[in-house]
């Protein structure tokens, strides 16, 4: 499975940045994909996830209410939504890919992963 995120930029605190992971594999629709951000200093965080096969979707807490993931699995694409940036959501944005029935925030459960995209919140 290889994955390519887009959509990453500068915005100003309170907008909004739609990022998109492109999947090669057909079989993407039975894969869970994980969204993941990491800020310069810190550890990688979990932002949000949804399963291809139960369905399932999960947010941090940090993001609940502001982003939501979708899935296209015809153009097989996965798409974060996100709304009322701040500049704590600053960071490299990666999507990931495991083939499992449930939805994890847990990164090392992910065998697949995307080279990332900047997201930069500031005025």
């Known amino acids: 499975l290889q994955l390519v995120e887009s959509g990453g930029g500068l915005v100003q605190p309170g907008g909004s940045l739609r990022l998109s992971c492109a999947a090669s594999?057909?079989?993407?629709?039975?894969?869970?994909i994980g969204w993941f951000r990491q800020a310069p200093g810190k550890e990688r965080e979990g932002v949000s996830c949804?399963?291809?096969?139960?369905?399932?979707?999960k947010y941090a807490d940090s993001v609940k209410g502001r982003f939501t993931t979708s899935r296209d699995d015809a153009k097989k694409m996965v798409y974060l939504q996100m709304d009322n940036l701040n500049p704590e959501d600053t960071g490299v944005y990666s999507c990931?890919?495991?083939?499992?029935?449930?939805?994890?925030?847990?990164?090392?459960?992910?065998?697949?992963w995307g080279l990332g995209t900047q997201v930069t919140v500031s005025s």
């Open positions: 990931a890919g495991i083939l499992r029935v449930d939805c994890t925030l847990r990164a090392p459960e992910y065998a697949f």
């Open positions: 594999e057909t079989d993407k629709d039975y894969y869970t």
């Open positions: 949804s399963s291809g096969i139960d369905g399932s979707q």
